[in-house]
């Protein structure tokens, strides 16, 4: 069968690798792909964003599934697009619907969701430009720090935690009147500061059944110590030390299960992967943020510990056979050291040289990103260029490999974070 991945990053080179394990898989393409995916399939130049044009791709060449990496085409709802046809909706598309993707598109849609199925989550409110005022007040007597979220999609940036009332008020300004992040900002969420430590959980579902993945704990922040402005995801590690069976007991009943009722009562028909953005507060769960697709860069470090066919696992969901699907993980850990260009997540240059790839131990695994070839030479062509991921026995050994590829791989003003999984050393099992 004929596979078309849908992304650009090293989310959807870890998915490119995974995919060209199994026998089941003939061809993989990836749109539009970078310099890693095209080791495992054949990058596609085509516009992700143009329908009708990626239609064209996937009839013209066989394509019969569809695995949508990032979650602009899902909001957009390239899903809804290939079902209403007559010519595509045989293929299988992993990723919700529109109304499904909501959930991601829409901090908002979100909090409401939550709120209605008494699933934990942080007090809130929302606020747009027309109550700019109201937003002031209620800031004004809200506790600090302070938690100020764009409604729509940024990249994972747009969240800043303001630690006095000035600082909310300042950031309130630059996201309702300054459009920071465009017409993401034009609603804002305003929530409670949770203080605990996160953890991302993932699930495969149908919207019924479900599939639980190896749970990770990414690095947001760009400066150690979780320090300075939010990235896209900076490192990530898999398992997480304190999720239990007890912590995972209660995300099941307090989280997972109430999510997929609340999807049925609202008769959303989700196929796909859903990602739960979660703080442990005190031993007990609160969803921060849902996502209706594997995260990056979690996903660098939980797919390299799953054993199964993950091409097996979609057709379990295509077949509504997920309940009885075993999934074979891997117990040792793993983590992911990602390398950026120097300036981000603000402004950088790309056309960078990288070398040094060749000098990594084979036995780590080297994920694309923002990377390209020109002139028959690998340079940067994002933020976020290369993610390294080993494993070992422990998170200490895992980690001083993953370290050691990323220190062999450089370029002009490269950066990454040297303390991944720090807070989680003195962590009991």
Same mark, same amino acid.
């Given at each position: ?56 791709? %996937? ?19 390239? #899903? ?15 990723? &919700? ?28 409110? @929302? ?7 109201? %937003? ?9 720090? @302070? ?14 935690? @303001? ?13 309702? #009147? ?35 993945? &190896? ?102 969901? #295509? ?25 981000? &997540? ?21 994920? #694309? ?36 590829? %990323? ?23």
């Amino acid at each position: 069968m004929n596979v078309l991945i849908i992304g650009s990053g090293a989310r959807e080179h870890a998915i490119a690798l995974k995919l060209s394990q199994s026998e089941y898989c003939e061809q993989i393409f990836v749109a539009p792909g970078n310099a890693g995916t095209e080791m495992f399939g054949t990058d596609a130049c085509i516009d992700i964003h143009n329908f009708e044009e990626l239609g064209k791709f %996937a009839a013209d060449f066989n394509v019969m599934m569809i695995v949508v990496g990032q979650e602009n085409s899902l909001v957009a709802g390239i #899903h809804d697009y290939f079902q209403q046809s007559e010519y595509l909706k045989h293929i299988l598309v992993i990723g &919700p619907k529109k109304a499904g993707a909501m959930l991601e598109g829409s901090k908002g849609f979100c909090k409401a969701f939550l709120q209605k199925y008494n699933i934990p989550t942080a007090r809130y409110q @929302a606020f747009t430009e027309e109550t700019y005022l109201d %937003a002031v007040e209620y800031l004004r007597n809200h506790s600090y720090p @302070a938690v100020i979220k764009a409604d729509g999609l940024a990249a994972g940036k747009g969240v800043i935690i @303001a630690p006095t009332f000035e600082e909310a008020i300042d950031t309130l300004d630059d996201m309702l #009147h300054n459009k920071r992040f465009g017409n993401a900002s034009s609603k804002v969420v305003i929530e409670e500061y949770l203080d605990g430590i996160e953890v991302s959980v993932f699930i495969l579902t149908d919207g019924k059944e479900y599939v639980l993945l &190896p749970e990770a704990k990414d690095y947001k922040r760009i400066g150690e110590g979780d320090s300075g402005l939010n990235t896209g995801g900076m490192g990530a590690v898999s398992p997480v030390p304190f999720v239990d069976d007890l912590f995972m007991q209660k995300v099941k009943s307090q989280v997972i299960e109430p999510t997929l009722q609340g999807l049925q009562a609202e008769a959303i028909d989700y196929s796909g992967f859903l990602f739960i953005g979660l703080m442990n507060v005190n031993g007990d769960p609160y969803v921060i943020e849902y996502n209706v697709r594997l995260g990056d860069p979690e996903t660098e470090a939980i797919l390299p510990r799953i054993k199964s066919d993950l091409f097996e696992l979609f057709r379990a969901l #295509h077949e509504h056979k997920l309940g009885e699907f075993k999934l074979e993980i891997d117990p040792r850990t793993a983590t992911t050291v990602f390398l950026v260009s120097g300036g981000y &997540p603000e402004g950088f240059e790309k056309g960078k040289e990288i070398t040094g790839i060749e000098n990594v131990d084979p036995d780590t695994l080297v994920f #694309h990103a923002g990377t390209k070839i020109v002139n028959g030479k690998l340079v940067n062509n994002g933020g976020r260029v290369i993610a390294v991921t080993a494993l070992g026995e422990t998170m200490d050994e895992a980690l001083a490999k993953a370290n050691a590829a %990323a220190e062999a791989i450089t370029w002009q003003d490269r950066y990454y974070r040297h303390d991944i999984g720090f807070d989680l050393k003195n962590v009991g099992v």
